[in-house]
């Protein structure tokens, strides 16, 4: 008998904590400290213009999206930001970033956003290409200075 598939993308809760953690991590591609991502988390979940997502299979968290919404001064309408998004290895190629990007993208539409933007470091080129197959483009570029 097959197991039933169960996948769904749904808003974060105190529980997906731990979960999330590892899959920034993963991100990120170092241990991160662990009581600054808590209290940033927990600031996050409080915030009404953050929204954080996750992506469960099976009852395993194996996706996560955060948005971010702006009011900035030089836009017409508020923005949406994508701050991370983030697969966990064995569950890439499923299409789990194609769901939650489009997931975002209805969200936006819902709120009359003006527009989703994103950055995304140079030395990830699948990233880039990812992005661009879902109507990106690149537009600005994103400077940083190491304080």
Known sequence: MKME???MIKEVSLEHMNDIYQLICVLENTQL???SFEKKFLMGINDPNVFYYVYEMNHCIVGFMSLYIHHYLHHNKATAEIVELVVS???RGQKIGDQLIRYVEDLAKKM???EIELSTSTY???AHRFYEAHGFIMNHYNYIKKL
Do not use: F, G, Y
Request: with cysteine; charged share 60%; net charge positive.
């Open 5 to 7: 598939d169960k996948s």
């Open 33 to 35: 400290c662990r009581e």
């Open 89 to 91: 290895p064995e569950a």
């Open 112 to 114: 009359q956003l003006e």
């Open 124 to 126: 990830r080129k699948r």
